[in-house]
């Protein structure tokens, strides 16, 4: 069993997700992320301003975000965003413990932007999430901003 699986299904269950959404979503998430990647949260959630659109189930790796779609009525999975956390840009998140909510809002590679609205039903794990987003995205920033080694002038073997 890889590293995904062993992580996946304790934080569905931790997110309250019942198994049949998960065996529907699995097909969709599993060729968007790599055997070696850790999931930090599985929760799912709404667009703000579509309400009707159906739900969505936002996978957080400690490489990559995918997020996926099912609709109303017929229960279809299809997915509407997998990108690598490198390349996502203005990454913020609130946290609103008076609603028991969280948003997520991102710049995708495409200059999209995209937010995600999650109901949370206890304070506890209002924070918890906001911790576990904080140390995905903030460690990626302090990563980011890390000085890099100065470009040589000159080839070490001496071919010119």
């Given at each position: ?30 060729p968007c992320v ?127």
């Amino acid at each position: 069993m890889d590293v995904f699986s062993r992580t996946f299904l304790p934080a569905t269950s931790q997110a309250g997700l019942p198994i049949p959404v998960v065996s529907r979503h699995m097909p969709v998430l599993r060729p968007c992320v790599t055997p070696g990647e850790t999931t930090v949260v599985a929760t799912r959630c709404h667009r703000p301003g579509q309400p009707l659109a159906g739900f969505y189930l936002l996978l957080l790796t400690n490489r990559s975000l995918v997020v996926t779609r099912e609709t109303r009525f017929l229960h279809r999975v299809r997915l509407h965003l997998a990108a690598d956390l490198r390349f996502l840009e203005d990454v913020t998140w609130t946290s609103d413990p008076r609603m028991r909510s969280m948003e997520l809002a991102v710049t995708t590679p495409d200059g999209i932007r995209e937010r995600f609205w999650f109901p949370v039903f206890y304070t506890r794990r209002l924070w918890h999430l906001d911790a576990l987003f904080s140390h995905v995205f903030r460690s990626r920033a302090v990563a980011g901003t890390a000085p890099r080694a100065q470009p040589r002038l000159f080839s070490p073997a001496g071919a010119f």
